[in-house]
C-alpha cells in the first residue's frame, strides 16, 4: 500500500531562516503527491501537489517541492520562515488511479522571533 | 465560491451517546470524503462517496459509525454509541470527479470530545 512518512513531529525555525519538511513515500508506481497546511482550528489547505508534469513543484505562500523519484522524497522548503507559517503540515499520496488521500502523521512547525 | 460547509463546529457528548455531524460540498464536487483526525495523527479516511454511492469505506468501524449521501449532495455521519476513543475531529472534504490529481478542499471540522 502506498503511504508517506514525515520525519520530525516538530521542527523549529527562527524567522527569516529556511524551512525544511521532510516527507519520503512509499510507492511501487508514481505516486500523486500533495503538501496541505493546518492552522489551529482550521480545515487543511493545499499548498502544493505533485502530478508528474515537473518535478519542482511551487505552491502558496513562497512554499515549493521537489520530487525526487531515485531518494522517494518530496521535501517541503521556503527560503525564509514568516512568523504566519507557523502550523502543522502534512504530507500525503494519491494511490494512482484512485482519488482518496493517505496522510503523514503532520509536522508542527514552530517559527520565533 | 462558497467552500465546504460543517456543523457543528464543536460537540460534546457522554459516552454511549450518539451523535450526527452534517457536511454540505462545494456545489458540484462528485466526490465527499469524511476524515478523522485524532490528536496528534494525520487525517485517516473513514469513507468516500461518489456521488451517492459509497466507493471506499474499509476503515469505518461499522458496528457504530454510519454514514449516508442522500441525492449525492449534502451527507450526515452518525456515531451510535459513542466511545472515549472517538474524541477526534471530523474533517469532511470535497472534490470534483477528475481522478487523483483533483485537490480535495476540506471543510473547517468538527471537534468531537466525548467524556
Known amino acids: 500500500a502506498q503511504s508517506v512518512t514525515q520525519l520530525g513531529s516538530h521542527v523549529s525555525v527562527s524567522e527569516g531562516a529556511l524551512v525544511l519538511l521532510r516527507c519520503n513515500y512509499s510507492?511501487?508506481?508514481?505516486?500523486?503527491l500533495f503538501w496541505y497546511v493546518q492552522y489551529p482550528n482550521q480545515g487543511l489547505q493545499l499548498l502544493l501537489k505533485?502530478?508528474?508534469?515537473?518535478?519542482l513543484v511551487k505552491g502558496i505562500n513562497g512554499f515549493e517541492a521537489e520530487f525526487k523519484k531515485s531518494e522517494t522524497s518530496f521535501h517541503l522548503t521556503k527560503p525564509s520562515a514568516h512568523m504566519s507559517d507557523a502550523a502543522e503540515y502534512f504530507c500525503a499520496v494519491t494511490p494512482t488511479g484512485f482519488q482518496k488521500l493517505v496522510f503523514g502523521t503532520g509536522t508542527r512547525l514552530l517559527v520565533s522571533p | 465560491e462558497a467552500g465546504v460547509a460543517q456543523s457543528p463546529r464543536y460537540k460534546i457528548i457522554e459516552k454511549r451517546q450518539s451523535v450526527a455531524f452534517w457536511c454540505n460540498p462545494i456545489?458540484?464536487?462528485?466526490?465527499l470524503y469524511w476524515y478523522q483526525q485524532i490528536l496528534g495523527q494525520g487525517p485517516k479516511l473513514l469513507i468516500q462517496f461518489q456521488n451517492n454511492g459509497v466507493v471506499d469505506d474499509s476503515q469505518l468501524p461499522k458496528d457504530r459509525f454510519s454514514a449516508e449521501r442522500l441525492k449525492g449532495v449534502d451527507s450526515t455521519l452518525k456515531i451510535q454509541p459513542a466511545k472515549l476513543e472517538d474524541s477526534a475531529v471530523y474533517l469532511c472534504?470535497?472534490?470534483?470527479?477528475?481522478?487523483?490529481?483533483?485537490?480535495?478542499?476540506f471543510g473547517q471540522g468538527t471537534r468531537l470530545t466525548v467524556v
Open positions: 456545489s458540484g464536487h462528485a466526490t
Open positions: 510507492s511501487s508506481v508514481p505516486p500523486y
Open positions: 472534504a470535497s472534490s470534483s470527479e477528475r481522478g487523483g490529481r483533483t485537490e480535495a478542499f
Open positions: 505533485y502530478t508528474s508534469a515537473a518535478t
